[in-house]
T-cell receptor
Framework: DTEVTQTPKHLVMGMTNKKSLKCEQH?????MYWYKQKAKKPPELMFV???????INESVPSRFSPECPNSSLLNLHLHALQPEDSALYLC???????????????FGPGTRLLVL | GNSVTQMEGPVTLSEEAFLTINCTYT??????LFWYVQYPGEGLQLLLK?????DKGSNKGFEATYRKETTSFHLEKGSVQVSDSAVYFC?????????????FGKGTLLTVNP
């Protein structure tokens, strides 16, 4: 089973709202990722969690706040977003391997976010 | 640094035609190579992968061979179907300190007409 699930599938929010995106996997993966994908572009990495600890933040604005409450769940909390933050937000997971070993990332279906 | 270059398309084919999408890469060390597919309105699905030189990845009739001498990982399918219409991304993942960060090509939009 290589399934990563994400909720909600679609989200519309105003610039003053607070919302959260959720991601779940049951593959025993200990690395989880958030990506942002704009239309007609490849995904861009935002955050990496390894063993439930934030290991990488790709200079993402603080209006995006990730959280990893346990090894299966990953959240992305959204607050005071801008219209340019409208995009497809993808979650991915992988084994957290040794530094020398690249591990395959498996993606979820994404949450399509529209900020008004 | 790492980079991936793939033909940008769009590529339009008739059903049962032969498909090739070219992908070349630049990387230090020994990267793993991937093809991901994104169907309209969906997330990315892993299509196939290869982790070392001369490996061939295959899935659903698609194939790609890791060619270190030409730094290439071209995607091929002998007979495409309408259901193959999607965006295809070539990507690499390197070993070492940046082994978390997928480097993607820009994507190739494939449209297959009946």
């Amino acid at each position: 089973d290589t399934e990563v699930t994400q909720t909600p599938k679609h989200l519309v929010m105003g610039m003053t709202n607070k919302k959260s995106l959720k991601c779940e996997q049951h593959m025993g993966h200990r690395a989880m990722y958030w990506y942002k994908q704009k239309a007609k572009k490849p995904p861009e990495l935002m955050f990496v969690y390894s063993y439930e600890k934030l290991s990488i933040n790709e200079s993402v604005p603080s209006r995006f706040s990730p959280e990893c409450p346990n090894s299966s769940l990953l959240n992305l909390h959204l607050h005071a977003l801008q219209p340019e933050d409208s995009a497809l937000y993808l979650c991915a997971s992988s084994h957290a391997g040794y530094v020398q070993v690249p591990e395959t990332q498996y993606f979820g279906p994404g949450t399509r976010l529209l900020v008004l | 640094g790492n980079s991936v270059t793939q033909m940008e398309g769009p590529v339009t084919l008739s059903e049962e035609a032969f498909l090739t999408i070219n992908c070349t890469y630049t990387a230090t060390g020994y990267p793993s190579l991937f093809w991901y597919v994104q169907y309209p309105g969906e997330g990315l699905q892993l299509l196939l992968k290869a982790t070392k030189a001369d490996d061939k990845g295959s899935n659903k009739g698609f194939e790609a061979t890791y060619r270190k001498e030409t730094t290439s990982f071209h995607l091929e399918k002998g007979s495409v179907q309408v259901s193959d219409s999607a965006v295809y991304f070539c990507a690499l993942l390197n070993s070492g300190g940046s082994n978390y960060k997928l480097t993607f090509g820009k994507g190739t939009l494939l449209t297959v007409n009946p």
